[in-house]
């Protein structure tokens, strides 16, 4: 009955963080919560198009080699590959579902924020 009760806590603590965290929010929406506003992605040259790399590492340490050192710990790194420094939008979406576009030759199993 207690592992019932517990395996029961579990599940419905999971349901919670996944539903109020990720479920509809994307990576402009998550930004957006943190000040981040549409042209420190964007510019302010409109219509806007999908955002440069040196808009996005100006606040996310200057450059891919600070990058990779935080996701040392995955596996593949996405952030130091045989592809080289690719445009953040190929994994990072703003306005939908982030993916990892290696996949479309490999089948990793990682997750994109
Ligand atoms: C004006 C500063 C700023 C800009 C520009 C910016 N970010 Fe962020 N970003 C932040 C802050 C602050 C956080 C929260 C702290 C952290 O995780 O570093 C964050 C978090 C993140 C995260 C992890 C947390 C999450 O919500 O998924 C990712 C991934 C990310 N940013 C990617 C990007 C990409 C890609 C771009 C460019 C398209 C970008 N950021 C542009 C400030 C910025
Ligand atoms: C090949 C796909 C890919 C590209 C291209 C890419 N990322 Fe990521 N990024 C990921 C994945 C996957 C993670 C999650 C890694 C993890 O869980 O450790 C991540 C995590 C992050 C995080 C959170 C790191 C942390 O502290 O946990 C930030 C910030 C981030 N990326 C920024 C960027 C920026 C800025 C660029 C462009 C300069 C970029 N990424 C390019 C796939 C990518
Ligand atoms: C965290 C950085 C970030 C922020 C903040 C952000 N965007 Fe984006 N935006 C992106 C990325 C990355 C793309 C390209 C991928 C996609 O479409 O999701 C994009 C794409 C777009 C596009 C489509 C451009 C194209 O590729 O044709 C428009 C329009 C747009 N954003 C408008 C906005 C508006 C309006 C805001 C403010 C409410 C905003 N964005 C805030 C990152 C951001
Ligand atoms: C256009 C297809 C293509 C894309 C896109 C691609 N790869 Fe690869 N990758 C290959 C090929 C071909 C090999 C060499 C054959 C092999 O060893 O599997 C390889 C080998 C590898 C290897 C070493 C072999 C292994 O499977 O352990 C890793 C790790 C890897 N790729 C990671 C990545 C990552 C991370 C990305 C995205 C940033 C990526 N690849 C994008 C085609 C691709």
């Not at 040392?72 to 593949?76: G, Q, V």
């Given at each position: 009955m207690k592992n019932a009760l517990t395996v029961f806590a579990l599940l419905a603590m999971n349901f919670v963080f996944t539903s109020s965290s990720?479920?509809?929010?994307h990576l402009a929406d998550r930004h957006r919560k943190l000040q981040v506003k549409c042209a420190s992605c964007?510019?302010?040259?409109?219509?806007?198009t999908a955002p440069k790399m040196d808009k996005c590492l100006s606040c996310h340490g200057g450059s891919y080699e600070k990058l990779a050192s935080k996701t040392?710990?995955?596996?593949?790194n996405p952030h130091f590959?045989?592809?080289?420094?690719?445009?953040?939008?190929s994994c990072h979406k703003g306005h939908k579902e982030s993916q990892l576009?290696?996949?479309?030759c490999h089948a990793f199993d990682v997750k994109v924020p």
């Open positions: 990720m479920a509809d929010e964007h510019g302010e040259t409109k219509p806007f040392a710990h995955t596996h593949p590959t045989h592809i080289g420094d690719k445009e953040c939008s576009f290696c996949n479309d």
